[in-house]
């Protein structure tokens, strides 16, 4: 039995195992430890447990047993879903143990099917989707073919490397030295006036700009050929 507990700062999962009396010389099992890191892993995942694997804990791991139920969570500042380090909790005794774990499982990801050259239009013909180890995968990869046709190489890069925001990028819809339409928006008013592209961008990527009244630069992103909306806190 699982349940969670949320709090400001994230929610955390318990594992419903009987709890030692804490006793004084009592050793919390490392059996139980590793099981609390398997449930927040697979809380935070998804994933089926028999894709989950923890790593081993040391036995001669000696932390005093817990009071009352462990808990778990994702280690503050963790990015990676396939690669993860659960911070497992006790509140008294008070400690902390960090559980490595990670996902082996596939995923299909659109690949290089051959060379690309740096600035090429990727085709159809230039990529495939095959299954790749999750563990393995970039941040940001692309599920689908569709939604890499007609982006450019960002550099050059080898067949059978997997395709990412980093390496390919939309065609550019806004020129340097374009015209455009500044949107600012600031303390809920918005506000339109004609500024000057600094840069290429493509749809949705963040370009340098001058605001033609006040030849102040600002950064904003790319909405559509002509607008590019800016956000000043």
């Known amino acids: 039995m699982r349940s969670l507990l949320c709090t400001a700062v994230g929610c955390l999962v318990l594992l419903a195992v009987p709890a030692t009396s804490g006793a004084a010389g009592e050793v919390e099992p490392v059996a139980r430890i590793a099981a609390v890191a398997r449930a927040a ?25 817990c009071e009352s139920l462990p808990s778990g969570r994702l280690a503050p500042g963790m990015r990676s879903l396939a690669q993860m380090t659960i911070e497992v ?17 596939e995923e299909s990801v659109v690949i290089a099917a051959r060379p690309l050259s740096r600035l090429q239009p990727v085709t159809a013909e230039d990529i495939e989707v095959l299954p790749r180890e999750l563990s393995s995968l970039p941040a940001g990869y692309f599920r689908r073919a569709e939604d890499v046709i007609g982006r450019l190489a960002d550099r050059n890069i080898g067949a059978g490397e997997v395709l990412d925001p980093r390496v390919v990028r939309s065609p550019p819809i806004i020129k340097r030295g374009q015209t455009v339409t500044l949107v600012v928006r600031t303390g809920g008013i918005s506000v339109r006036t004609s500024g000057v592209a600094l840069a290429d961008a493509g749809l949705d990527e963040r370009i340098r700009v001058r605001n033609a009244a006040t030849a102040r630069q600002l950064e904003g992103v790319a909405r559509s050929a002509e607008v590019v909306e800016v956000s000043i806190e």
Do not use: F
Request: proline content about 12%.
């Open 89 to 105: 909790r006790c509140p008294a005794p008070s400690w902390r143990e960090y559980v490595r774990v990670s996902v082996r499982a």
């Open 41 to 65: 892993a697979q809380q935070a995942t998804g994933r089926p447990e028999a894709e989950l694997e923890v790593a081993t804990i040391d036995p001669r791991l000696r932390l005093p047993a």
